[in-house]
């Protein structure tokens, strides 16, 4: 089973958001129709940026990791990263 930490971003707010799940997809949905407290301010998710894990807890430290950080500059930096390879 693979699991994905996902990262979402609302041009509406100007906001990411961070989780991890099995399914980006049904998640997604549920993400932009109040699926979640923390998303329900905005329903223009779209998927930023995902990392695949090979089970949960790999997942949820990498989530951890990231939300720990607590810096807009960091995500912005792991987007890019993606976006033009080294």
Do not use: C
């Amino acid at each position: 089973m693979q699991f994905v930490v996902y990262i979402l971003y609302s041009k509406l707010i100007d906001q990411y958001y961070i989780g991890h799940t099995q399914d980006i997809r049904d998640r997604l949905i549920r993400h932009n129709n109040s699926g979640s407290k923390a998303t329900k301010k905005a329903n223009d998710w779209t998927l930023a940026h995902s990392e695949s894990f090979p089970d949960k807890a790999s997942a949820y430290k990498r989530e951890m990791e990231t939300k720990k950080k607590k810096s807009k500059k960091y995500i912005e930096s792991l987007i890019k990263k993606i976006e033009r390879p080294e």
